[in-house]
């Protein structure tokens, strides 16, 4: 069977999307299934993600590049993210919109997979009601997606499990945590940070002998990493180092192997915050949306708001310890469970 990746968010140049395609491929390749069976069509310079990821068969984003990569597969697979969400902009919204019109036309099924659902409001929109009816079935990457799916969705079955990277972490894992190693992954989706200066108080009287700014995204978005980190004063600029870990193209173990895990890591990127468990690291969550403060929940993470002050900070970090490896092998199966559950329903007969 051939399978169309619908989301069309991979080569953007956020590494979290890799990590969950990545754990998608492993689970697949862990049970013994080829993974050259799909396409994918993204609006961005096709070479890095056919490096990267070359048993994908990537095409341009165009509507007819669309069309024939549907008509040429025999089901569409909606595989990570938020897709639903459109507080900030519809454009994802509408490309599922056409997707699923292209669907109906050709008689094509579609399921979703590893995805997350922001608010209750999202999922009770009337296009993602219809969508979320149109889909064959869904699976989320935590329970509080499921639930606010459930409450709306009258599609196929519908079950939680967990982002589909920690498969991917379990088979490959990151660097170990280096002590004395303090790292930041800041995210603010086109926004401020109003704690920066609190939060970076409160880290410095850590003691740490290295200072990370890390960066998942490779983009100079704004209110991401890379615009962040140049609008520090002077001297935390100079204190706090940029890293970007990510080479467009390279093999996904070989940017991981560059990933310098810290000791204690605060991050808004929800990626970054597993990677940062299956590292080791004393990880402390900001808690910018909902996403996030249900990977906090899932993994036992200390969760802040963005505005926490020093003191909250603090107590934080104090908080703060590695996951137990039980509970990651366990968001582990649980990815991949997912994943061959996707595959058994996928090839079942209509």
Not at 5 to 18: R, T
Not at 181 to 198: L, M, T
Not at 219 to 230: F, K, V
Not at 307 to 323: I, R
Request: glycine share 8%; aromatic share 8%.
């Amino acid at each position: 069977m051939r399978h169309h990746l619908g989301h069309h968010f991979y080569g953007a140049g956020n590494l979290g999307d890799d990590f969950m395609l990545a754990g998608f491929l492993t689970a697949l390749r862990g049970a013994g299934v080829t993974t050259d069976s799909f396409s994918c069509a993204i609006p961005f310079p096709l070479p890095p993600a056919q490096a990267r990821f070359p048993e994908i068969h990537w095409h341009a984003c165009d509507a007819a590049s669309r069309h024939a990569s549907i008509a040429a597969a025999d089901t569409w697979l909606g595989l990570g993210g938020s897709p639903f969400q459109h507080a900030l902009s519809r454009w994802f919204l509408d490309h599922l919109i056409g997707e699923a019109a292209t669907c109906r036309t050709l008689g094509r099924r579609m399921f979703y997979l590893g995805i997350g659902v922001q608010t209750s409001a999202e999922a009770a929109a009337p296009e993602v009601r219809q969508l979320c009816a149109q889909a064959a079935a869904i699976w989320t990457r935590d329970a509080a997606s499921a639930e606010r799916l459930r409450a709306f969705s009258t599609g196929g079955p519908l079950a939680a499990a967990t982002d589909l990277a920690h498969a991917f972490f379990a088979a490959t894992p990151p660097p170990p945590a280096v002590s004395g190693r303090c790292a930041i992954v800041a995210n603010f989706d086109y926004g401020s940070w109003p704690g920066q200066a609190d939060c970076l108080a409160a880290l410095e009287r850590l003691g740490a002998h290295e200072h990370l700014w890390l960066t998942q995204e490779s983009r100079e978005l704004p209110g991401a990493e890379r615009t962040l980190h140049a609008a520090l004063p002077g001297a935390a600029r100079a204190r706090w180092a940029l890293v970007a870990p990510d080479i467009p193209g390279a093999p996904l173990p070989a940017v991981l192997a560059r990933w310098p895990s810290a000791e204690w890591l605060v991050t808004s990127r929800f990626h970054a915050a597993i990677a940062g468990a299956w590292a080791g690291s004393k990880v402390v969550v900001i808690g910018t949306n909902e996403k996030l403060r249900g990977i906090a929940l899932q993994l036992g993470l200390p969760c802040l708001p963005p505005d926490a002050d020093t003191a909250q900070v603090a107590n934080a970090l104090a908080l703060a310890q590695p996951v137990p490896p039980a509970l990651l092998a366990a968001a582990a199966d649980s990815a991949r469970r997912a994943v061959l559950a996707w595959r058994h329903a996928a090839a079942a007969p209509v």
